[in-house]
C-alpha cells in the first residue's frame, strides 16, 4: 500500500506539473511572484519567533506589506486569465491595460 | 523739615531718658571728634551753603580738627564768588565772612570796600532784627579780619535804639516791628547784634541803655527750665539746642562787648552747660553745630566758667583694690585751675553714708583726683557718692563755677563667698533624708540622685559677702533638663540665713509632662555686685514618674537642630528603563541574508520563464522616456532604502513628491508611446 501511495503522490505531482506548464507566460510571472512575496513573509515569521517580538511595528510592517502585495497580485491573476470566464462582466475595466493600471495603483 | 523734626524728638527722648537718672556728665571727647568727622566733612569736599560750611568748619576748629586743607578750595572759591558780586544778599554775605575768617581766604589789606558800602547801608536801612544782625555782625567780621579799615558806625546810638525796640518785657525779642512773634532765639540774635553795635561804636553808648538790657537778660532767665537732674534749657519753636546755644552765644558776646560785666546766676550756667553735655553726640550736623558753639563760649566767657566733675569708671572692685578716680576738667575738656575734691558723703543703698568727708588725692601726672582707701565696713552693693568741689577762689583770673554736689551712682562689686551648699532627696510626709550629697559649686560635680515621684528635692546654699553680711543675688535658678531636651527653671528663694529650694515631685509631675528618665541639674547663681557668678552644671538625678494619662499634656516639640535640616539630604539613585534585549547582531544579518534569497529565486525563476524586454521601444524619443520612467521608479526605490537607512519622514515626502511628478509626466509620455504603437500594430 506505501508503494502505491507514493506512486500515487508521484503521479499526481506530474500530471499537475504538466498541467501547470500548460497556462500562459503571464500567468507563471504572477505566480512566481506571489511564492516570492510569501515566502519573504515567512522568513519574517521566522524571524519573529525566534528573537520575540520587539519591535512589534517592524514586524508587522514587513510581514503585512508582504501578504498584501500578494494578494494584490493573485486579484490581478483573477482579472487577468482569459480562461476565467466567470469574472469577465465583474472587471470595472475590460480591458487588459486597465487591470494592470488598477494593479499599479493598488500596490 | 521731617529729619529736623525727627532729631528734634529723638534728641527730646534722650534727654528725657536721662532726666530719670543721677546721671554724671562727660566733657567733650575724641568720640565727639571722631562723630564730627563723619558729620562735617562732605564726601565730595563741597558744602551746600554757606551758612552750613560756615559751621562745620567752625565746629571742627572749635574741636580741633585740622581739615581746612582738604575742604577750602571749593568753599573759598564760593566765598570769593559772594564777596566779588555786588548783589549778594545780607545773608550770604555774614557767612561768607564767617568762613573767611575760619579758612582765611582773603585777608590783610585787600578790603572788600563794596561789601563794607553794602554792610553799612544795610545797618542803616534795617527794620528786621535778621537784617540788623547780618550787617552788624558782618561789620564786625571784616574789622576783625582785614586790618586798615576804620570802619565805625554812623548812629550807634540810633541802631541799638531801634534793636532794643523789638525787645519785649518778658526777655523775648521779636524778628519785626509789624509782627508780634517773639521767640528766644531771637533774643541771643539781638544780644549779639547789640554787642557788635557796642563794640563798634565810635563812642561809648549811654550806660542806661545796657543797664536796660541787662535786666531784660535776667528777665529771660525767668522763662529758663529745668530737668531733674538739675539741667537747664530755653526752649523755643526752633528746639532746645539751638534756642539755648542761640541765648548762651548772645549772652558770651555781649559780656565780652561790654565792660562792666554781667552777672549770671552761676547754677544756672553750669546747667546750661551740663544740657549740653548732656545731649551726647548729636547725628544732625545743626546740632551738633550748635552743642559744640555753645559749649566753646561757655568754656571762655566773661560771666563764669563752669567744671565738670566725671568719672572715667563708676564701678569699684573690693578684689582688685584699685583707687577711684574722678576727673575735674572745662566742658570742651580742658585743663581746669588748682583746685580740691571732697568726698561728702558716700550713701549706700538703705541711705545711711559709710564714708563721710574725706579729701580726694592728687595725681598730677595724669590730672586725676583719686580715693584709694575705703574703710572696713564698704561693702558690695550700690552706692551714692556725693563730691564736692573746693575752689580756690582767689587764685584765678576768670570766674569759675561748678556745681554745688554732684551725685554719682557707683556700684561695688566683690567675690561672694559661697558655703555650705547641698543637695538631698527627702522622703515626702516624714521629711528624713534618704541621700545627700555636699556639693562643690566651682566644680562641674558629677552628684548622681535618684528619686521617684513621691519624694521631694532640696538644694541648699549660703551666700556672704566679704564682710560676712548675708547676700541675696539677683538671680539663683536651677534647671532640670531631660533627655529629650524639655527643660524646666526653677528660682531658688532667699530667706533669713540661707537659699533653698524645696522641689515636691508629686506636685510637679504633671508639669514635668510625665517624663521620666535622666535630667541634668544646672544652676545658675548671678548678681550685679559679684565678680564669681556662676553656672554649674551639678549632675544627674534619674527620675520615676508614673505613666502619662490620656488627658495629661504632651511635651512641647524641641526644635530640630538646623543643621540636619538643611543639611545635605540622600543621594537619589535614578532607575532608568532597562531597553530591551535585542537579539545578537550575527543572527540578524544571517536572517537579511534569508531574506534577499527569496528576491534571487525570483529573478532566477523570470529568467526561466523566459522574461524579456523585447517590446523595449527602440525610436530615440520613446527610448528616451521609457528610459526615464524606469529610471525615475529606480530612484523612488533608491529613495525608500535612503529613507530606510538615514532620512527623516519630511525630507523623503518633499523628494517624493518632486520625483513623483517627474515620473506622472515621463510615465504618460511612456504609455501614449506605447499605445501608439499598439495602435500602429492593430492598423497594421
Not at chain 1, 528573537?51 to 486579484?75: D, E, K, W, Y
Not at chain 2, 506636685?507 to 555686685?529: F, N, P, R
Amino acid at each position: 500500500m506505501v508503494k502505491s501511495t507514493s506512486k500515487d503522490a508521484q503521479d499526481l505531482f506530474r500530471s499537475l506539473h504538466s498541467a501547470y506548464s500548460a497556462t500562459p507566460t503571464n500567468l507563471k510571472i504572477i505566480d512566481l511572484y506571489v511564492v516570492f512575496a510569501v515566502f519573504t513573509a515567512l522568513i519574517q515569521v521566522a524571524y519573529m519567533a525566534l528573537v520575540g517580538s520587539f519591535p512589534f511595528n517592524s514586524f508587522l510592517s514587513g510581514v503585512l506589506s508582504c501578504v498584501g502585495t500578494a494578494v494584490l497580485a493573485v486579484c490581478l491573476r483573477i482579472q487577468v486569465n482569459k480562461e476565467n470566464k466567470e469574472f469577465k462582466h465583474k472587471t470595472v475595466v475590460t480591458n487588459l491595460r486597465g487591470i494592470v493600471a488598477m494593479f499599479v495603483i493598488a500596490v | 523739615m521731617m529729619a529736623r523734626g525727627l532729631a528734634r524728638f529723638l534728641v527730646s527722648l534722650l534727654l528725657v531718658a536721662i532726666c530719670n537718672a543721677a546721671s554724671v556728665s562727660q566733657p567733650i571727647s575724641d568720640s565727639h571728634r571722631s562723630a564730627a568727622l563723619d558729620v562735617f566733612v562732605p564726601l565730595d569736599g563741597s558744602y551746600k551753603s554757606l551758612e552750613e560750611a560756615y559751621e562745620a568748619l567752625r565746629s571742627l576748629e572749635i574741636l580741633g580738627i585740622d581739615k581746612k586743607s582738604d575742604l577750602s578750595s571749593g568753599t573759598c572759591e564760593n566765598v570769593v564768588k559772594v564777596l566779588g558780586s555786588p548783589s549778594s544778599a545780607l545773608k550770604d554775605v555774614f557767612y561768607a565772612l564767617s568762613v573767611n575768617g575760619i579758612l582765611k581766604c582773603k585777608s590783610g589789606d585787600d578790603v572788600p570796600k563794596d561789601v563794607v558800602s553794602k554792610l553799612q547801608a544795610g545797618a542803616k536801612d534795617a527794620k528786621l532784627l535778621l537784617d540788623f544782625y547780618y550787617s552788624i555782625r558782618g561789620l564786625v567780621l571784616v574789622k576783625e579780619q582785614f586790618s586798615g579799615t576804620d570802619l565805625t558806625l554812623g548812629d550807634a546810638e540810633a541802631i541799638f535804639r531801634s534793636v532794643k525796640a523789638l525787645s519785649q518785657s518778658d526777655g523775648r525779642w521779636r524778628y519785626s516791628s509789624n509782627n508780634a512773634e517773639s521767640s528766644t532765639f531771637a533774643a541771643g540774635l539781638a544780644f549779639e547784634t547789640l554787642a557788635g553795635v557796642i563794640s563798634l561804636a565810635p563812642s561809648e553808648i549811654d550806660q542806661s541803655l545796657i543797664q536796660t538790657v541787662k535786666t531784660g537778660i535776667l528777665k529771660l532767665f525767668d522763662s529758663l527750665r529745668k530737668y531733674d537732674d538739675g539741667t537747664f534749657y530755653f526752649d523755643g519753636s526752633e528746639g532746645p539746642i539751638s534756642t539755648t546755644a542761640s541765648v548762651i552765644r548772645g549772652l558770651t558776646s555781649f559780656a565780652a562787648s561790654e565792660s562792666t560785666g554781667l552777672n549770671l546766676p552761676g547754677d544756672k550756667i553750669v546747667g546750661l552747660a551740663k544740657f549740653f553735655l548732656g545731649v551726647g553726640i548729636p547725628g544732625d550736623a545743626k546740632d551738633f553745630f550748635n552743642q559744640i558753639d555753645a559749649l566753646a563760649s561757655l568754656e571762655d566767657n566773661r560771666f563764669s566758667v563752669p567744671l565738670i566733675l566725671s568719672l572715667p569708671s563708676t564701678v569699684i572692685s573690693l578684689t582688685k583694690k584699685e583707687p577711684l578716680k574722678v576727673k575735674v576738667s572745662t566742658v570742651l575738656g580742658s585743663k581746669a585751675p588748682a583746685l580740691g575734691v571732697k568726698l561728702a558723703q558716700a550713701l549706700n543703698s538703705k541711705g545711711s553714708s559709710v564714708i563721710n568727708n574725706q579729701e580726694l588725692k592728687f595725681d598730677a601726672d595724669s590730672a586725676t583726683y583719686f580715693l584709694d582707701s575705703f574703710p572696713k565696713n564698704f561693702d558690695v552693693g550700690k552706692y551714692t557718692f556725693v563730691f564736692e568741689i573746693l575752689l580756690d577762689e582767689s587764685a584765678n583770673e576768670k570766674a569759675y563755677i561748678t556745681e554745688a554736689q554732684t551725685k554719682v551712682p557707683i556700684a561695688a562689686t566683690g567675690a561672694i563667698s559661697i558655703e555650705n551648699a547641698e543637695i538631698a532627696v527627702l522622703d515626702s510626709d516624714v521629711g528624713s533624708v534618704e541621700s545627700q550629697k555636699k556639693l562643690d559649686l566651682t566644680k562641674d560635680g558629677g552628684v548622681s540622685l535618684s528619686a521617684n515621684h513621691l519624694q521631694k528635692l532640696r538644694l541648699s546654699f549660703q551666700l556672704t559677702t566679704p564682710l560676712g553680711l548675708v547676700f541675696k543675688p539677683h538671680q539663683a535658678f536651677l534647671k532640670l533638663k531631660h533627655e529629650s531636651q524639655v527643660e524646666h527653671i526653677f528660682l531658688v528663694k532667699t530667706s533669713g540665713k540661707k537659699a533653698e529650694l524645696v522641689l515636691d515631685f508629686l506636685g510637679l509631675v504633671e508639669k514635668l509632662y510625665y517624663l521620666s528618665g535622666k535630667y541634668e541639674i544646672q544652676l545658675t547663681i548671678g548678681d550685679a555686685s559679684m565678680e564669681n557668678s556662676l553656672l554649674s552644671n551639678i549632675g544627674h538625678i534619674e527620675l520615676d514618674l508614673p505613666e502619662r494619662p490620656e488627658k495629661a499634656p504632651l511635651p512641647p516639640l524641641q526644635p530640630t537642630d538646623p543643621y540636619s535640616r538643611y543639611g545635605p539630604k540622600a543621594e537619589i539613585s535614578h532607575i532608568f528603563r532597562i531597553p530591551e534585549k535585542l537579539p545578537a547582531k550575527q543572527l540578524s544579518l544571517i536572517f537579511l541574508g534569508l531574506i534577499v534569497l527569496p528576491f534571487i529565486a525570483f529573478l532566477i525563476g523570470l529568467t526561466r520563464l523566459g522574461v524579456n524586454i523585447k517590446s523595449f521601444p527602440s525610436s530615440v524619443g520613446a527610448a528616451t522616456s521609457a528610459l526615464l520612467f524606469h529610471g525615475g521608479i529606480g530612484a523612488v526605490l533608491l529613495l525608500y532604502v535612503l529613507f530606510w537607512l538615514k532620512l527623516d519622514l519630511f525630507t523623503t515626502l518633499k523628494a517624493l513628491s518632486l520625483l513623483g511628478v517627474f515620473l506622472l509626466f515621463v510615465g504618460h509620455r511612456t504609455l501614449s508611446n506605447l499605445a501608439a504603437a499598439s495602435n500602429k500594430l492593430k492598423s497594421a
